[in-house]
């Protein structure tokens, strides 16, 4: 068995252990990503060679960057993730769906997308069919195309129960993934809420822990709490720690 593929016998402190046990095992649960608005062709071209270097789960990339990224890693295995509804999620329906179209012709494959937050807090019956369906029209084009979908809830901005919701809805529409955070609210990832998560995914689902994740300490908290892939945009810095090697500089700020 591969811990670090097969989720039908998933186990946090085995799948952790095996993850922590070399780079090349750490560097494929990272998500190596760069999502801040003023990112330039340069830095997303580093940002592709690095993940081709190392040999990350991913490189996460803003919708317009995408061709540039799948252009920059062709050949190389690595996949191009994307985000979409981005940061907010709050975005039409039909707009996560045109813009999933878009990027998936391109040539991306992870597919992280933000749940409609407001509408979920809005709270009736038919509020969490609509989320549910927002989400599975992502989802089904996807799949459709070979993708996977990550759910990104925003964890730091639900209550308890309505993580327990977004959770369920989010895995009833098809998800691949449950995912923390964008990295651009009011908080990130945290190992209870990655718990939480592991919970209702069980062996059905992936979680991915992102927000704030910029040490090997972060990473291998969240790895042994039950997330199976970290998205960070200090993965070379995560890897150089588990290596020994102590950076000259301060692990980057944000995502």
């Known amino acids: 068995m591969n811990t670090l593929t097969d989720l039908k016998t998933y186990d946090a402190a085995t799948f952790a252990a095996t993850a922590l046990s070399s780079a090349a095992h750490l560097a494929a649960t990272l998500d190596h990503t760069l999502l801040k608005p003023e990112a330039t062709r340069n830095q997303v071209l580093q940002l592709c060679a690095e993940a081709a270097e190392h040999r990350f789960a991913c490189a996460m990339v803003n919708p317009f960057w995408v061709s540039t990224a799948v252009a920059a890693l062709a050949g190389t295995g690595?996949?191009?993730?994307?985000?979409?509804?981005?940061?907010?999620?709050?975005?039409l329906s039909a707009s996560k769906r045109d813009e999933t179209v878009r990027v998936l012709k391109q040539g991306a494959h992870d597919v992280d997308v933000v749940l409609n937050v407001g509408l979920l807090k809005s709270g009736t019956a038919e509020d969490f069919e609509h989320v549910q369906q927002d989400i599975r029209g992502v989802v089904e084009l996807a799949h459709g195309s070979g993708a996977i979908v990550k759910v990104i809830l925003e964890t730091c901005l639900?209550?308890?129960?309505?993580?327990?919701r977004a959770s369920e809805l989010c895995l009833a529409a098809g998800a691949d993934f449950l995912k923390t955070s964008t990295g651009f609210s009011t908080g990130g990832a945290t190992v209870d809420d990655i718990a939480l998560l592991r919970t209702h995914a069980g062996t059905r689902a992936g979680v991915?822990?992102?927000?704030?994740?910029?040490?090997?300490?972060?990473?291998?908290?969240?790895?042994?709490?039950?997330?199976?892939?970290?998205?960070?945009?200090?993965?070379?810095?995560?890897?150089?720690?588990?290596?020994?090697?102590?950076?000259?500089?301060?692990?980057?700020?944000?995502?």
């Open 78 to 91: 690595v996949s191009v993730g994307v985000v979409i509804g981005f940061p907010l999620g709050a975005s």
């Open 158 to 164: 639900l209550s308890f129960e309505e993580k327990h």
């Open 208 to 255: 991915k822990a992102s927000g704030g994740i910029r040490s090997l300490a972060d990473a291998k908290a969240m790895l042994e709490a039950g997330a199976n892939r970290i998205g960070a945009s200090a993965s070379v810095r995560i890897l150089s720690e588990l290596a020994g090697i102590v950076p000259t500089s301060s692990a980057p700020s944000g995502y």
